[in-house]
């Protein structure tokens, strides 16, 4: 299949808000690549439509797409093609490689047409925005394969790889399906929470009782045994089980053979607190713990133990599972209640021990793995800033012609200026992408940096986050994490935006 078929199909789902178009446009394409009798194009097709590459990361990013070659007359590239050049790309290695890399891309995109460079480059920025999340793709693999919805999810969901049920179901029918159940050793994807807006919130959206737990500010694993050989995998299923030996040495101590869980790895202080985020983070960069210290293990779910699959039982018989496998120091603290004064004590105290709130869960939910479900709720304190708008970058996919991904900065009283902290593009509903396209026309100071708008920082936003990191990206070395708008302020002014040492104290908090 030719890259330029995958291409107008990705323009055409970006330009259309609805579901059903979406799904119908999609499918399309994949059972006609289906019909070509092209398995690898399939899982390629349905990976970069989803906003990723099969390879990951390729060493390619915004900086070396600036300046593009002349786009070829004609259509030429296949899908086959341009997946193994990723390939190559990714592979080139040693003395010389920036080079290297950069020519290997020049000759790909110098074969590219036009609307084939726009897709490419936006694929291997990471913007190319068009909808087709994750239940939209399986819903378009459904259709295309002509199978019901449920069981393509099902697979994907245990398979913890949409693009390889893709290739199956569609080129392979149901019975193909077959292969994808829960196996060991074979990492699935984590199920997800939805948020409530407080402890009350989530027992009545629960039917009254919950299972509260601690929500952890470390980093969730999921760990995989088979006798004397263990697996670990983070959240987006990277194989980490070389760098934390501390995980493998507490997981090989359990009383099991056979075992599939859910854990949160994280660096503890000596009085047991959470260090910042940033050292967990570190020290899953390295397999030595150096003067970071071990990384301690607390399991909250258990899938498979010795032959026994649970992921369709209920919340309360898994945790039964887990109590009798983990004893309760290597587990995440938990209170079962329908009172919400002790809910909210629960609350106070996770948060008081330094941690980022707690999850409360249905006594029945089933372990919805790859999934958001309504049986997980995230409860956590919202942290709001009054930022100064620095600068703004033009959108891609539905977002295309808008001023969207806004730099945000804090006020510095010292040298009458603004730090930047970050930037986000989350929480914009249509209107404010109009209104803020228009307003941030007005405001720009000089001329544009390629996507990037700069503006005179006059325009004030209120924006949400869930904590501060450091960051040696940033001047004033942080970051603000998990950021989205909550309102422009325009009754505000730059002069009362916060400043840079209100964000240190959150900072030095967390």
């Known amino acids: 299949m030719l890259l330029a078929d995958v291409a107008a199909a990705s323009t055409e789902v970006a330009a259309s808000s609805a579901r059903l178009v979406k799904i119908e446009r999609i499918a399309t394409l994949l059972a006609r690549s289906a ?47 341009v997946d193994d050049r990723f390939s190559t790309i990714k592979a080139v290695a040693g003395i010389g490689s920036q080079a290297t890399r950069a020519g290997l891309v020049h000759e790909l995109f110098s074969a590219a047409t036009e609307t084939e460079q726009r897709f490419l480059r936006h694929l291997l920025s990471g913007e190319l925005r068009q909808g087709a999340l994750a239940g939209v793709m399986a819903d378009a693999v459904a259709k295309a394969a002509g199978l019901p919805a449920a069981e393509i999810r099902r697979a994907a969901m245990l398979a913890g790889n949409l693009p390889a049920v893709a290739a199956a179901a569609v080129t392979g029918g149901r019975a193909a399906l077959a292969d994808f159940r829960l196996r060991v050793g074979r990492p699935v994807g984590p199920m997800l929470a939805q948020t409530a807006t407080s402890v009350d919130d989530a027992l009545q959206r629960l039917g009254g009782t919950a299972v509260l737990e601690a929500k952890l500010d470390g980093a969730r694993v999921q760990i995989h045994r088979s006798g004397c ?17 501390e995980v493998v040495e507490a997981t090989l101590a359990l009383p099991a053979t056979e075992l599939i869980a859910d854990a949160e790895a994280i660096a503890l202080r000596p009085d047991g607190r959470p260090h910042l985020f940033q050292v967990t983070a570190a020290r899953f960069g390295r397999k030595d713990p150096g003067d970071l210290g071990p990384l301690s ?32 120091d290597q587990r995440v603290d938990r209170l079962v209640t329908t009172d919400t004064v002790a809910a909210q004590e629960f609350l106070e105290r996770t948060l008081a021990a330094g941690h980022e709130g707690v999850m409360a869960k249905s006594p029945h939910a089933a372990y919805e793995a790859g999934r958001r479900g309504a049986g997980w709720l995230k409860v956590k304190p919202v942290h709001t800033l009054d930022l100064v708008v620095l600068a703004v970058e033009w959108g891609s996919g539905r977002r295309q012609g808008k001023l969207s991904n806004i730099h945000l900065g804090a006020r510095d009283p010292d040298s009458s200026g603004f730090v930047m902290l970050g930037k986000t593009f989350k929480g914009m509903t249509d209107a404010m992408l109009e209104w803020q396209t228009q307003r941030f026309l007005e405001l720009a100071d000089g001329p544009t940096d390629g996507y990037v708008v700069h ?5 004030v936003v209120e924006i949400a986050f869930d904590g501060v990191q450091r960051s040696s990206r940033y001047p004033a070395g942080m970051a603000l ?29 967390d």
Do not use: C, N
């Not at 503006?455 to 325009?459: A, C, H, K, N, S």
């Open 455 to 459: 503006l005179r920082p006059e325009q």
């Open 297 to 328: 293990v607390f399991f909250f779910d258990l899938l498979h133990v010795d032959g026994r699959d649970l992921l369709d039982l209920p919340t309360e018989e898994r945790f039964g599972a887990l109590d009798a496998l983990v004893r309760q």
């Open 229 to 245: 050989d263990v697996s670990i995998y983070t959240r987006s299923l990277d194989d980490v089980t070389h760098r934390l030996p």
């Open 481 to 509: 994490r998990f950021v989205r708008v909550l309102r422009y302020r325009d009754d505000k002014s730059p002069a009362e935006a916060d400043t840079v040492e209100t964000v240190r104290r959150f900072y030095e908090r």
């Open 35 to 81: 019909a070509e009798d092209d398995t690898q194009a399939v899982a390629v097709i349905v990976s970069w439509l989803s906003g990723e590459l099969p390879q990951r990361q390729i060493g390619v990013g915004w900086a070396a797409l600036r300046t593009l070659p002349p786009p070829a007359a004609t259509p030429s590239l296949t899908v086959d093609d």
